[in-house]
Nanobody, 117 residues
Framework: QAHLVESGGGLVQPGGSLRLSCAASESFFSLFDMGWYRQAPGKQRDLVAMFTRAGNTNYAESVKGRFTISRDYAQNTVDLQMNSLKPEDTAVYYC???????????WGQGTQVTVSS
C-alpha cells in the first residue's frame, strides 16, 4: 500500500534548525503535489509549504524566509529545512501528497517538532 514516512523531528532551542524528510513509497508520487502541514495542540492543521508537480513552491506567511522545501524526484523524497525556529513552530508536522485529479491524498504519520529552551 502506498504510504509516506516522515523523519527528522525532535527538540531544538529557539533559533535552531531542523530538517524534516518525507519518503514516498511509490514512484507515482512524482506526479503529485507534495508538501508539509502542521498541527499544534488545540489548533487546526495548516499548510506549511508545498512543492507542486510543476515545480512551484508555496509557503505559509509565518515561515517565509525561514523554511525551505525541496524535492528529489529520483529519491522520491520531499524535505523541509527549518531555520530560525521559534516556539510557535512547535507542532506535529505531516507530510502530504495530492494526486493530479484531486481524488486521492496521502498523509504521513506525523513527526513532532518542539522548539523550547
Amino acid at each position: 500500500q502506498a504510504h509516506l514516512v516522515e523523519s527528522g523531528g525532535g527538540l531544538v532551542q529557539p533559533g535552531g534548525s531542523l530538517r524534516l524528510s518525507c519518503a514516498a513509497s511509490e514512484s507515482f508520487f512524482s506526479l503529485f503535489d507534495m508538501g508539509w502541514y502542521r498541527q499544534a495542540p488545540g489548533k487546526q492543521r495548516d499548510l506549511v509549504a508545498m512543492f507542486t508537480r510543476a515545480g512551484n513552491t508555496n509557503y505559509a506567511e509565518s515561515v517565509k524566509g525561514r523554511f525551505t522545501i525541496s524535492r528529489d524526484y529520483a529519491q522520491n523524497t520531499v524535505d523541509l529545512q527549518m531555520n530560525s525556529l521559534k516556539p510557535e513552530d512547535t507542532a506535529v508536522y505531516y507530510c502530504y501528497a495530492d494526486s493530479p485529479d484531486g481524488l486521492y491524498d496521502y498523509w504521513g504519520q506525523g513527526t513532532q517538532v518542539t522548539v523550547s529552551s
